[in-house]
Structures are given as structure tokens and as C-alpha cells.
């Protein structure tokens, strides 16, 4: 597995990006109707795989979407979303060091790629690279992230945004799928509950995305088609009691610590089920 903390900085940076901005957009197009600068940085499906997970869940081939299905999706849409699927597959398998199902993603991943033409040129020496290190999970690793960091830098600088966004909405929810699902997920662990419930910044992101990028049939079946696990994130919230007075003493004011409490459990639950049902209607 890649090292953990290595990763929560990278997608620490990635939310402080997001933050910025979105900021920096909304203060030029104060200033210059005319003049709007965008820029968007979703965290990769490893990055929120591993985020999530924190390295405790286990290898789990049975949740995959079958590489036999890449030529099912019609429209493209649909083909977008699976794109962010296989990508999700392939950083999982790449993640658990599973070298043959790797390749296979690989392969899927590029095949669609130029079908969505969302490639740029150096995508194809990536190939060959990927061919002389297949016993090198290090080199993998690398591969897999440039493969990436290629394909959102060619969809920025082409202002393909709507097909950035669908792609990552893919993968946010196939990445959330394998972390809650997989062998070993600790769903009722505290600490993994949060981190799950972290993620409801990204889902925030690609809303503003859909917004502004994607036409008006499409923006409206992917907020219909999300507004259940948008509901549930924003029920996901933890109630904390208002500090209570405890006393006073010289006419010092004793403040008696609040007690947190919330919902969670029954949360988090929800969220799997929005989940688990999202991910079925999307990749079937």
C-alpha cells in the first residue's frame, strides 16, 4: 500500500486547492463579468481510497466492476461514469499490489480513454513504461498517478469541464463503494465514520460542477440520480450539548464541558445504502 500519510497530505492539499478555488472564482467574477478564471482539483479515486480506509481493509476482487462490461455504456455519459469507475479499479488492484488485475484496468482505462478522446500525447509512452515495470509496484504506483494528473490537466486546458466532473462523480462513488464494502472495512469504527463523512467536500465540489459545466438534461439526472446520498451526507452530523454552568466561586464562572453526542451509527448506514444503491444503478 502506498504510505498513508503521503497520500492525506496530498488530498489535505487538494481540498485547501478546492477551497481556493472556488474563492479566487467567485472574487474575479465580482470584479470582471468577463474575465472568469476556474480551476477544480478532486482528490484521485486513490487518494480517496486511501484516505477513507487508512490501509485497513483487505483486497476484496468480487466488489470490481468486469473490465467485459467497458462496452455496455451507450451514451456518454454513462461512459464518462464508467471511466471514473475503471480508474477507481484500477488504483484499488494497483494499491493491493495485484499486478495481472492491474493490467487489465490498465488496459480498459486506456482503451476508453481514446475512445472519450481524452487523452493528450504522452499518455501512450505511459504504456510502454507500464510494460517494463510490471513487477515494480513502485513504478505502478507513479504510473497510475501521472496517468491521472494527465488525463484532468488535458480536460483543464481544453475547458472540458462537465467531462472532468462526470468522470470524477465515477469515481468518487466507486472509490466510496470499495472502501465501505471491501473485507476488513471498520464501519463502525468512529475515526472511519469521520473520514467517510469527509468526502461530503468533494460531493459539494462536483455539485457546483454539474452546475456550471454540464447541460440541462444531464445536470438534472446526475443531481436526481445523487439526491440521496446528498441528503445523506448533509444528515450526517454530530450534535454536541452547549456548555453548561456549573458553578460560580468568587464570582468565578465554572463552565462544565459539553458532552458529544450524535448520530452516526444510523448515518454512516444510510450513506452505505445510498452508496451501494448509486453504484448499482450507475455500473449496471
Same mark, same amino acid.
Given at each position: ?147 491521472? &494528473?494527465? $488525463?484532468?490537466? /488535458?480536460? #483543464? ?8 466532473? @462526470?468522470?470524477?462523480?465515477? +469515481? ?33 465540489? &462536483?455539485? $457546483?460542477?454539474? /452546475?456550471? #459545466? ?8 446526475? @443531481?436526481?440520480?445523487?439526491? +440521496? ?35 452516526? $451509527? ?19
Amino acid at each position: 500500500m502506498k504510505v498513508f500519510y503521503n497520500q492525506k497530505c496530498t488530498w489535505v492539499l487538494a481540498m485547501l486547492l478546492i477551497w481556493s478555488s472556488s474563492v479566487f472564482s467567485m472574487d474575479v467574477e465580482s470584479q470582471d463579468e468577463e474575465f472568469i478564471v476556474e480551476f477544480y482539483s478532486i482528490p484521485s479515486p486513490d487518494e480517496i481510497l486511501t484516505y477513507i480506509h487508512n490501509s485497513e481493509i483487505q483486497f476484496t476482487p468480487r466488489l470490481l466492476n468486469d473490465v467485459r462490461k467497458s462496452d455496455s455504456y451507450n451514451t456518454f455519459r454513462d461512459r464518462l461514469l464508467a471511466y471514473g469507475f475503471y480508474l477507481a479499479n484500477l488504483a484499488y488492484s494497483i494499491s493491493f499490489e495485484q499486478n495481472h488485475t492491474g493490467l487489465q484496468y490498465f488496459n480498459t482505462v486506456d482503451e476508453m480513454g481514446r475512445q472519450l478522446n481524452i487523452f493528450p500525447p504522452e499518455v501512450e509512452e505511459l504504456g510502454h513504461r507500464l510494460m517494463r515495470n510490471m513487477n515494480q509496484m513502485d513504478s505502478l504506483n507513479l504510473i497510475y498517478d501521472e496517468l491521472y &494528473l494527465l $488525463v484532468i490537466a /488535458n480536460l #483543464h486546458d481544453t475547458d472540458r469541464f462537465g467531462e472532468y466532473a @462526470l468522470i470524477s462523480a465515477g +469515481g468518487f462513488v466507486e472509490s466510496l463503494y470499495l472502501a465501505l464494502n471491501s473485507d476488513g472495512s471498520k464501519i463502525h469504527d468512529d475515526g472511519f465514520r469521520m473520514r467517510v463523512w469527509d468526502q461530503k467536500m468533494i460531493m459539494d465540489q &462536483l455539485v $457546483v460542477m454539474f /452546475n456550471r #459545466h454540464l447541460n440541462e438534461p444531464v445536470r438534472k439526472a446526475m @443531481l436526481n440520480d445523487m439526491e +440521496g446520498l446528498i441528503d445523506a451526507f448533509n444528515e450526517f452530523t454530530i450534535e454536541t450539548e452547549s456548555p453548561k454552568v456549573a458553578g460560580t466561586s468568587n464570582g468565578v464562572i465554572t463552565i462544565g464541558g459539553g458532552r458529544a453526542t450524535g448520530s452516526t $451509527v444510523n448515518s454512516i448506514r444510510r450513506i452505505h445504502e445510498e452508496v451501494n444503491k448509486l453504484r448499482g444503478k450507475w455500473v449496471n
